[in-house]
Structures are given as structure tokens and as C-alpha cells.
């Protein structure tokens, strides 16, 4: 009788119910889609040329992931209630150690495991100074945000290096090469890179831990969550990601530049709020963070094609960033 009753199907009002939970639990996402599509449809009936053609959406999948890379481990920085700012030199700090280990070497690889090691400790060392000193992170990475500018100006003596020697590579082809001719690399990249975090943030306990100490420190430690380590290790996940995007940005160009970095902040920033990830932590998607990141790419050609001056985009930067952080506040106050 048991195996009867539940192979029975759903009533209609049970269906209702199960379908309004969905919605409830995926909303965030669901907005977050309809928002690109608007906003895509939109640029389409303002530039039809430009966007009905495949190359707009080739150039958007070979520039956002400069900055996707990055925008889709910070989500686990606020998520926990942090904020990592530090990355764009992080990005080329990590340069700077390929640079200095290749042109000791000569060897490519030895110098991007250096790239991706030199950001490991980065991120390691902000979530040492915020965690084991209790600076605020905004300050903190304020401050290493300069300290490794500085480091990275000193060392180079702001001399950039030519990047010839890994076209030569495999590595190249890897990392920013086509597929098919009609995909680029570092956009697979950024899907892989995506699928990985979202598995550790939703089915895996360091991502229940992430969610937990940014809703709420206090009970976290209670249910035995070590929270510093959560912290730190979301920093350093940071750091290795600035370290790996700043590689394949200089890859794409052929040239390390000790500006790399500079003016990615807004973008980033910018990706992750609008995804969905609450400034109060405890909140954010992967996904979010992944669709936003490419409605922000979007934005400035959508602007130049639709006719106006490239002088509307910071301005629009800016107030997605307001009005993401302005409603989820307003929502926040609402629910407690």
C-alpha cells in the first residue's frame, strides 16, 4: 500500500507547491537571467548589425574571463562576509614571479607554476592579516593592494617583459588558443573554473561552512565550523585565481605589463553584486556571478553600437552597483 500511495502522482496544488518552493530557492537566478536576456534584447533592437553577429559574442567570450575568473571565487569572499580588493595587483604580483623565475630559468612552466604560487601567497596573506590580526578586510586589502604594486613597480623597475617565449607552448594554446576555431580557451576556462566552485560552495561542506559564517560567526562556531580557516582559505582560493587571470590576460596580449590589473576592480566588483552576492555575506550564487559578469561585459560595445558615448558606462557601473547594494539592503531589513 506504502509503494501504491507513493508512486501516486501529484496533485495539482501539490505541483504548485513544489513549483513555488523552485522559484523561491532558484529567484536570485531566474532574475539574474531575465536581466541578461532584457538587456541583450535591448541591444539588439538598438544594433541589430552589431549583435546579430557572431563576432561581438566571440570578442565577449575572449575579454569577460579577464575579469570572470576572478569575480567567481571573490563570490566566496563576500559570501562570507569579507571583501578581497587586493586582486588587481595580485594579478600581476603573480607576473611579476613568472617573470622573475623565467628570465632566471628559461623555462615557461617553471615561471607560471611561480605566477600561480606567488598568488596563493597573496591570498594566503591577506586572510593571515584579517583573520589573525582582525584588521577589517576593506582595510587590509586596501593596504596589500598597494604593497604589491609596490613590490611588483620595484622589482620590474616598471619594465614589462615580452611574452614570445610561451606562444611558443603549449601552454598558449591552452590557455587562450581556439577551439574549433569559434571558441576561445580562457572562456572554457571560466566555465570550468565556475562548475568547480559552484561544486564546492553547494556540495561540499567547506561551501556549507562559507554560507554559515557569513550569515552568522557566532553559530557557526557553535556548530564547530573553524571559522578563520574558512576565511583564509577563501582569500587564498582569491589570490590564486588574480594570479591565474593575470597570466592569461598577458598571454592574450604577448606582454606583461606592471600596470596589469588596473581598472578590472569596478567590472569585478560589479559582476559579483549584481550576481546576486549580498555585501552582508550569508547569500550568493555561483551562477549569478558567472551571467552577471557577461551582462557587465556587454554593457560598454552595447553602448558604443547603440550610438552613445563610451562615457555612459562607468556611470552605469556604478549605479548597478549602488542599486544592487541598496536593495539588498532594503530586502535584508524587510526579512528580519
Known amino acids: 500500500m506504502d509503494s501504491v500511495a507513493e508512486a501516486r502522482p501529484l496533485s495539482p496544488t501539490a505541483k504548485r507547491s513544489r513549483f513555488s518552493r523552485l522559484l523561491r530557492k532558484y529567484a536570485l537566478q531566474i532574475a539574474i537571467v531575465f536581466v541578461a536576456l532584457a538587456i541583450l534584447a535591448f541591444f539588439i533592437w538598438r544594433a541589430p548589425i552589431t549583435f546579430l553577429s557572431y563576432d561581438i559574442y566571440y570578442s565577449l567570450m575572449s575579454t569577460t574571463p579577464f575579469f570572470a575568473l576572478i569575480a567567481i571565487p571573490l563570490t566566496l569572499v563576500i559570501i562570507a562576509k569579507e571583501i578581497d580588493l587586493s586582486f588587481t595587483s595580485v594579478m600581476a604580483w603573480g607576473m611579476t614571479a613568472f617573470d622573475v623565475v623565467f628570465v632566471a630559468t628559461n623555462n615557461v612552466w617553471l615561471g607560471f607554476i611561480a605566477c600561480l604560487l606567488a598568488g596563493l601567497f597573496a591570498g ?10 582582525g584588521i577589517p578586510s576593506l582595510v587590509a586589502t586596501i593596504g596589500t593592494q598597494f604593497l604589491w604594486r609596490g613590490v611588483v613597480l620595484v622589482v620590474t623597475n616598471g619594465q614589462g617583459l615580452g611574452l614570445s617565449a610561451v606562444k611558443e607552448t603549449v601552454l598558449y594554446s591552452a590557455l ?28 561540499h561542506k567547506f561551501g556549507a561552512h562559507v554560507y554559515l559564517v557569513g550569515d552568522n ?10 571559522v578563520g580557516r574558512t576565511k583564509i582559505l577563501t582569500f587564498t ?64 560595445p552595447g553602448i558604443v553600437a547603440a550610438g552613445w558615448t563610451a562615457y555612459w558606462t562607468q556611470l552605469i557601473y556604478g549605479f548597478i552597483i549602488v542599486a544592487s547594494v541598496s536593495l539588498q539592503a532594503v530586502l535584508r531589513r524587510r526579512l528580519n
Open 124 to 133: 594566503w596573506v591577506n586572510g593571515m592579516i584579517v583573520v589573525k590580526l
Open 217 to 226: 560567526a557566532d553559530s557557526a562556531k557553535l556548530m564547530g565550523v573553524d
Open 237 to 300: 582560493i582569491v589570490g590564486l585565481a588574480a594570479a591565474f587571470a593575470g597570466f592569461v590576460v598577458s598571454t592574450q596580449v604577448n606582454y606583461f605589463w606592471p600596470t596589469l590589473g588596473e581598472g578590472y576592480l569596478l567590472n569585478t566588483l560589479a559582476s559579483v553584486f549584481l550576481g546576486g552576492t549580498s555585501v552582508f555575506g550569508g547569500t550568493g550564487t555561483i551562477f549569478g556571478t558567472f551571467i552577471a559578469s557577461y551582462i557587465i561585459a556587454i554593457i560598454n
Open 176 to 203: 587562450v588558443g581556439k577551439i574549433g576555431d569559434v571558441i576561445p580557451a580562457q572562456f572554457v576556462w571560466t566555465i570550468i573554473i565556475a562548475i568547480v566552485i559552484w561544486f564546492f560552495l553547494n556540495r
